[in-house]
C-alpha cells in the first residue's frame, strides 16, 4: 500500500504562485499514473491534473490549464503541482492520489485508491 504525504499549501494572495509537493512511500509510484485533487468547501472533491507513469502525459481540467503544472521526480518518488496565477476560486484542500491499476491513464476520482492527507491552499482577493 503506498503512502501519500502532501505540503507546500498556504495563504497567497490572487496572482501568486504555489508549489505543492507529494512524497510517495511504496513501489507503486513508478508505475501508476498520479494525480491532484481538490476539495473545496461545502463542495465535492474534484479532479485537478494527472500525470501518467513515466512522465511525459498529463491532463488537466480546464480550469487550471495553462496555469498548473503538473511533474513527477522518479529519484525521488515525489510528484509535483506548480500553480501560478492564482485566484480565489483555487480555494480547496489539495489531496494527491494514486491511481489503483498501473499505467493507466485515467482522470476519474473513483479510480484512484491511495489518497494523501491533503495540503490547504487558500487565496486571498
Known amino acids: 500500500q503506498v503512502q501519500l504525504v502532501e505540503s507546500g499549501g498556504g495563504l497567497v494572495q490572487a496572482g501568486g504562485s504555489l508549489r505543492l509537493s507529494c512524497a510517495s512511500s511504496?513501489?507503486?509510484?513508478?508505475?501508476?499514473?498520479m494525480g491532484w485533487f481538490r476539495q473545496a468547501p461545502g463542495k465535492e472533491r474534484q479532479f485537478v491534473a494527472i500525470?501518467?507513469?513515466?512522465?511525459?502525459?498529463?491532463y488537466y481540467t480546464d480550469s487550471v490549464k495553462g496555469r498548473f503544472t503538473i511533474s513527477r521526480d522518479i529519484t525521488k518518488n515525489t510528484v509535483y503541482l506548480q500553480m501560478n496565477s492564482l485566484k480565489p476560486e483555487d480555494t480547496a484542500v489539495y489531496y494527491c492520489?494514486?491511481?489503483?491499476?498501473?499505467?493507466?491513464?485515467?482522470?476519474?476520482?473513483?479510480?484512484?485508491?491511495?489518497w494523501g492527507q491533503g495540503t490547504q491552499v487558500t487565496v486571498s482577493s
Open positions: 500525470i501518467g507513469a513515466s512522465g511525459s502525459t498529463t
Open positions: 492520489a494514486a491511481h489503483v491499476l498501473p499505467y493507466t491513464f485515467e482522470y476519474q476520482i473513483e479510480r484512484f485508491g491511495s
Open positions: 511504496g513501489r507503486t509510484f513508478s508505475t501508476h499514473t
